[in-house]
């Protein structure tokens, strides 16, 4: 048996969180808008057509296309999210982009802080994690109530990590 005077490197996370963007849309949801707005345009495009107005039944098509590919979109951005990591050793966010690519920052627990910016009306409006001549920004499409309670935590998890020193 080995006996060390070494103190033991605690790395376990003291706070872990994933953040995602909310969408009130779910798939069911989706599908149902998608459904009904084509109804609705397929109808009055035929109308239109038949009573001699073809023009407004284009431009109906082209409506539903546009709502399409502008929930299309919004799904697509669904699927950023941010992982966040604090640990007595670092900190650690990850940042997954809509298409899958990975952006990972690094941070000194003793040398990060954590900046807010709020407004009177609105909360806060933008976080940003800074250190060692690096800065970031955190849950930027978060909602407000999120961004507030993401923001108490995260605060609490650097604060009980430097008062282990």
């Known amino acids: 048996m080995m006996e060390s005077n070494a103190p033991i490197k605690d790395d376990r996370p003291v706070f872990a969180a994933e953040l995602i ?3 009130s849309l779910g798939r069911t949801g989706f599908k149902l808008v998608l459904m009904l707005s084509g109804t609705v345009c397929a109808f009055y495009g035929i109308f239109f057509t038949v009573t001699g107005a073809w023009p407004i039944g284009l431009f109906l098509g082209a409506d539903f296309l546009l709502l399409y590919f502008a929930l299309k979109l919004s799904y697509r951005s669904g699927r950023q999210r941010e992982e966040v990591r604090v640990s007595p050793t670092d900190v650690l966010i ?4 809509p298409t899958g690519r990975m ?8 040398w990060t802080r954590f900046r807010v910016n709020r407004h009177e009306e609105f909360g806060i409006t933008s976080m940003h ?3 060692e001549g690096r800065d970031t920004d955190i ?3 978060l909602n407000p109530d999120d ?3 993401f923001a108490k935590a995260f605060r609490n998890a650097l604060a009980t990590v430097t008062r282990r020193l």
Do not use: D, L
């Open 103 to 110: 952006v990972e920052h690094h941070f000194n627990p003793f």
């Open 94 to 97: 990850r940042k997954f982009s």
């Open 21 to 23: 963007p909310y969408r």
């Open 147 to 149: 961004r507030e309670s």
């Open 139 to 141: 849950g930027s499409f």
């Open 129 to 131: 994690v800074t250190g």
